[in-house]
């Protein structure tokens, strides 16, 4: 295959060797080339507004047919806002693009070269200049002012009562972990990472007892949601589509970003018709070889089954109570409390089973 | 110039007065070695950067046609391929690891091997002495020494694409800790050792190139080469070579701090690190830094390719078009602002890096004043088409190609300097689409139309329209029929650098339209052959060319059809008016050279110029 790709490109240039020499031929008998502008020029002329007509119709065909594979509108508070914005300078944009190309691509038809005709010796208009220097100025002064308030909105601090997610970028997956019932994550310390202790929490604070590790997000409608962001090794970066969320993972320096979830899976899967729905987070910042493969299921509950999944998860240091040794004697009692409290809370609305399940067997 | 004090064409010159056939004695001298390989001649210098630029288009091409393939049709058999990638190609499939190796080296090769050494070196050198009047460059050795760092920066790169563990991988813009760590991935191995000695080489050489521009533009310009009688080729290859000078050392101190990082246990860029099963001792660091330092050479980088483009577009627009280039200062005025502002975007790739929001504020901000010069330049090439009388030269399609690319690109560089619109369009293929059309096609058309209308100059032979006429066409198509569709699919959200998508829901789509790219890409890659063919044909058997074939003002087309080392037999020619008198009113012919006094131009002289008549009188008694 490779050598027939081999000796197909040698033929073919020697076909196009043998073309060439002719054509030069031909010109040489027709004195073709003595002309200033002969045929070609005509054909290259009227070739630009060949190229615009049948280039308009393929975007348009282009776009009307993309619509239905891109994302759904936005699940999220400030997503619409932005996906407004888009849309808004994308409608400018087309219009100066389809205008702009009108005369680029007819002025070389209609002033092609004619033997004759002599040029507009034009070299100068400052009030042209001034107007297309000044336009733009305005338009673009609109973008930017609208763009500028929307960012500032998405990038102010969360608001307080901000679900806590820590979502922690690793070659090639993505670890969650949740502050659990005292909503307040532990403390970190890359040092302090193992295998099973995968985001290195230290156990030496005491809002880390009750922390619990999960795999997939789940995240509460209707209330904002802050994702802390972190990564272990290399740069990733949290992308989550349908949120309009995207935000580095950076070694050693945190980041975060929040939005509120407007639609609950379930609402987005009867929206779309589509019963295998899931909402996901990608990685956005290449990272290795498994860079196209960090995905991971995020799913938005509706309140009640947000807390019974909150309720239902069992802390690390219940899943793991080895690690209780690494707690600092004059908290043992602290932590050994609190994994008792989790079993009951989880051992419990597993054993009652109601909404735990439901919600379990839903996705 | 003490170096063509041995050359009797030049030493003679005063006395030599349009003696043409001395030419041919240039020829005769110098062994093969110094004449061609060694030359310190600048035509040499620039003819040997625009073939290394060719061959290594190639090598880029080639590598985005194997990715596409994978991108588009990822269930072929790529065994076909076992010949020329090996080991990569594991069981059918290609292995994703080299497959982000070849992403990161086509950006590489394309950014910095083609556009920048391709076409800056090409025609700065070919150009800057021949349309200022000069014998050479400031200093020919420094020239020379240019190109060779450049040659051995090139068999670095080249070499790394061959070894075990690959080329480096982490995409062009090497960010660590990924390209710091060996450990977290083979191509920021031997092979990132190597793309970082090979680019510290390559800035040396841009260095030893762009220092040798400015001088050269600066001192060396011929008698009545005023600033503002420089055609506009030469404004832009002036600010690109001080866009150079300014941000390329930046790039080489973050690659060196890099150099540290990597094999000397500096923290500049690592910090709390654990990769495979191992907490790394490095604390303090700043991964951002290395992007804050990359950036602020990599966006006016964007500038380095573009404007040289630029400049050969308005060249080209204006000669062909038989028209001066419409506001020639605006032209001059838009290529400063740009310079000034290309220092002061390079935060607008990092909105989403976790920097300060208001930083990312200020940053929108002024990448949004860009696109005003911007628009001026687009505005003035649309204008100086109206009412012209337009001959279509390869160049000139070329050109015109370029303008569209500017524009369409450039708009969607609108939307995305928009902080809160970049928050999702940030690293996906709408990124992919505006800079391949922006600054990758256009700053190619740009260089592919110098080419076309600088090659009687280069070789003495003309290109064959005909194929050029091919050439345009298919490319222009296919350009828009690869890049065009991309813009959707990075609505649709699809991130760049995925191997595949299928483990996606939402960016399980697109299939045919990948499959439609890829096919375009193939076809596209394909008919750069016609102009491979052509290049290489036309130096030896094409059609001999005349003195000045595209009718054209400027200084290069004083000098013999061939031209030695030395450029003008005889005295260096004045200048008397600016590039751009085409069919100027009252004229005979719908030119006038530059070395065309207005006292001989009697007709044609504006209101301004009847005091020049004087002054170009007072002058030749002077001389």
Same mark, same amino acid.
């Given at each position: 295959m490779f050598y027939l790709i081999i000796a197909a490109v040698v033929l073919l240039l020697i076909v196009i060797g043998l073309l060439v020499r002719a054509q030069v031929l031909i010109d040489v008998f027709t004195k073709s080339n003595e002309k200033r502008a002969g045929l070609s020029n005509k054909i290259n002329g009227l070739l630009f507004p060949v190229f615009f007509v049948f280039g308009l119709i393929g975007f348009i065909w282009l776009t009307v047919s993309s619509r239905e594979f891109y994302l759904p509108e936005a699940s999220s508070l400030h997503g619409v806002i932005t996906d407004n914005l888009f849309w808004f300078s994308m409608a400018v944009i087309t219009i100066v693009f389809i205008a702009t190309h009108v005369l680029l691509f007819f002025f070389p038809y209609v002033y092609q070269f004619k033997e004759g005709n002599k040029a507009l010796f034009y070299p100068v208009n400052h009030r042209l200049e001034?107007?297309?220097?000044?336009?733009? %100025?305005? #338009?673009?002064? !609109?973008?930017?002012?609208?763009?500028?308030?929307?960012?500032?909105?998405?990038?102010?601090?969360?608001?307080?009562? %901000?679900? #806590?997610?820590? !979502?922690?970028?690793?070659?090639?997956?993505?670890?969650v972990r949740y502050p659990g019932m005292d909503k307040a994550l532990g403390k970190h310390n890359f040092r302090k990472i193992d295998d099973l202790n995968s985001v290195g929490i230290d156990f030496a604070d005491k809002n880390s007892f009750d922390d619990f590790m999960a795999g997939e997000v789940h995240i509460p409608v209707g209330k904002p949601v802050l994702f802390k962001i972190r990564a272990r090794d290399v740069l990733h970066s949290v992308f989550a589509p349908h949120f309009r969320v995207k935000m580095d993972a950076v070694p050693g320096m945190p980041t975060h970003f929040w939005f509120v979830p407007t639609k609950t899976s379930a609402e987005m899967k009867a929206q779309l018709g589509k019963p295998d729905f899931t909402y996901e987070i990608a990685c956005t910042e290449v990272c290795g070889s498994g860079h196209f493969g960090m995905r991971m299921r995020l799913i938005v509950d509706d309140e009640d089954e947000y807390e019974a999944w909150i309720k239902s998860q069992q802390s690390f240091l219940a899943k793991n109570p080895d690690y209780l040794k690494k707690v600092p004697d004059n908290l043992k009692k602290l932590a050994e409390q609190s994994v008792e409290d989790n079993k009951k809370s989880s051992g419990a609305t597993a054993s009652i089973n109601s909404i735990g399940k439901l919600v379990t067997k839903a996705y | 110039m003490a170096n063509l004090d041995h050359n009797p064409a030049i030493a003679v010159d005063t006395h030599a007065h349009g003696h043409d056939h001395h030419d041919d004695h240039d020829h005769e001298e110098g062994t093969f070695l110094t004449k061609y390989i060694f030359s310190e001649d600048h035509k040499v210098i620039a003819k040997q950067f625009l073939i290394s630029g060719i061959f290594w288009a190639i090598i880029g091409g080639t590598l985005s046609t194997i990715f596409r393939i994978q991108l588009g049709f990822p269930n072929t058999d790529m065994s076909f391929l076992k010949p020329i990638l090996g080991g990569w190609i594991e069981g059918g499939k290609l292995n994703p690891e080299f497959y982000l190796a070849m992403v990161t080296m086509h950006g590489t090769i394309m950014v910095f091997f083609v556009l920048t050494a391709g076409l800056s070196g090409t025609f700065s050198n070919f150009l800057i002495p021949l349309q200022i009047g000069a014998r050479d460059m400031a200093s020919g050795f420094l020239n020379m020494l240019s190109y060779w760092f450049f040659f051995a920066s090139s068999v670095i790169m080249l070499c790394s694409l061959f070894i075990e563990t690959g080329p480096a991988s982490g995409g062009w813009v090497i960010y660590p800790p990924l390209s710091a760590l060996p450990q977290a991935a083979p191509g920021s191995g031997t092979g990132m050792t190597m793309w970082l000695?090979?680019?510290?080489?390559?800035?040396?050489?841009?260095?030893?190139?762009?220092?040798?521009?400015?001088?050269?533009?600066?001192?060396?310009?011929?008698?009545?080469?005023?600033?503002?009688?420089?055609?506009?080729?030469?404004?832009?290859?002036?600010?690109?070579?001080?866009?150079?000078?300014?941000?390329?050392?930046?790039?080489?101190?973050?690659?060196?701090?890099?150099?540290?990082?990597?094999?000397?246990?500096?923290?500049?860029?690592?910090?709390?690190?654990?990769?495979?099963?191992?907490?790394?001792p490095n604390v303090g660091g700043s991964a951002i830094l290395f992007q804050h330092l990359f950036w602020f050479l990599g966006h006016p980088e964007v500038y380095i390719v573009l404007l040289p483009a630029l400049g050969i577009t308005s060249e080209i627009i204006a000669v062909n078009s038989r028209k001066p280039i419409f506001g020639y200062k605006a032209m001059i005025g838009s290529i400063m602002a740009i310079t000034l502002l290309s220092f002061i975007v390079w935060a607008h790739h990092m909105f989403v890096t976790g920097m300060n929001p208001f930083l990312g504020s200020i940053f929108m901000f002024l990448t949004l004043i860009i696109a005003i010069p911007s628009a001026v330049k687009a505005f003035n090439y649309i204008t100086t088409l109206w009412r012209g009388n337009i001959v279509f030269t390869p160049g000139m399609l070329f050109s015109i190609g370029l303008v569209s690319f500017f524009i369409s690109g450039g708009l969607t560089g609108v939307v995305l300097g928009n902080s809160a619109i970049d928050i999702q369009l940030h690293d996906t293929y709408f990124v992919v689409a505006h800079f391949h059309l922006v600054m990758g096609s256009a700053s190619f058309f740009g260089m592919v139309a110098g080419v076309y209308h600088w090659f009687p100059k280069m070789f003495g032979r003309m290109l064959n329209e005909k194929?050029?006429?091919?050439?345009?066409?298919?490319?222009?198509?296919?350009?828009?029929?690869?890049?065009?569709?991309?813009?959707?699919?990075?609505?649709?959200?699809?991130?760049?650098?995925?191997?595949?998508?299928?483990?996606?829901?939402?960016?399980?789509?697109?299939?045919?339209?990948?499959?439609?790219?890829?096919?375009?890409?193939?076809?596209?890659?394909?008919?750069?052959?016609?102009?491979?063919?052509?290049?290489?044909?036309?130096?030896?058997?094409?059609?001999?060319?005349?003195?000045?074939?595209?009718?054209?003002?400027?200084?290069?087309?004083?000098?013999?059809?061939?031209?030695?080392?030395?450029?003008?037999?005889?005295?260096?020619?004045?200048?008397?008016?600016?590039?751009?008198?085409?069919?100027?009113?009252?004229?005979?012919?719908?030119?006038?050279?530059?070395?065309?006094?207005?006292?001989?131009?009697?007709?044609?002289?504006?209101?301004?110029?009847?005091?020049?008549?004087?002054?170009?009188?007072?002058?030749?008694?002077?001389?």
């Open positions: 001034f107007i297309w220097t000044v336009i733009p %100025a305005i #338009v673009l002064s !609109l973008l930017v002012f609208t763009g500028w308030k929307a960012w500032s909105d998405i990038t102010k601090a969360a608001p307080a009562d %901000a679900v #806590v997610v820590e !979502l922690v970028g690793k070659q090639f997956n993505w670890l | 000695f090979a680019m510290a080489l390559f800035i040396v050489s841009s260095l030893l190139g762009s220092i040798n521009y400015v001088s050269t533009v600066i001192n060396m310009r011929t008698k009545g080469m005023t600033f503002t009688r420089l055609p506009l080729t030469i404004w832009a290859f002036f600010f690109t070579a001080i866009i150079g000078i300014l941000s390329f050392p930046v790039l080489l101190s973050a690659a060196l701090l890099l150099m540290f990082d990597r094999s000397m246990g500096t923290s500049f860029y690592l910090s709390e690190i654990y990769i495979n099963g191992e907490a790394l194929l050029g006429y091919i050439h345009f066409w298919m490319t222009f198509i296919g350009v828009y029929c690869v890049f065009f569709p991309l813009h959707y699919t990075g609505i649709a959200g699809f991130p760049r650098r995925y191997y595949s998508f299928t483990s996606y829901d939402a960016f399980k789509t697109f299939g045919d339209l990948n499959a439609f790219v890829s096919t375009a890409a193939i076809v596209t890659f394909v008919a750069q052959f016609l102009f491979v063919f052509n290049f290489f044909y036309s130096i030896f058997r094409g059609r001999r060319a005349p003195m000045n074939p595209w009718r054209a003002n400027t200084l290069e087309w004083t000098t013999p059809i061939n031209p030695g080392h030395g450029n003008w037999v005889g005295e260096i020619p004045h200048v008397y008016r600016w590039p751009y008198d085409y069919s100027k009113p009252g004229a005979e012919e719908d030119f006038i050279l530059q070395t065309t006094p207005f006292s001989a131009t009697l007709s044609s002289n504006l209101e301004g110029e009847v005091d020049l008549v004087e002054e170009t009188n007072a002058s030749k008694a002077h001389a």
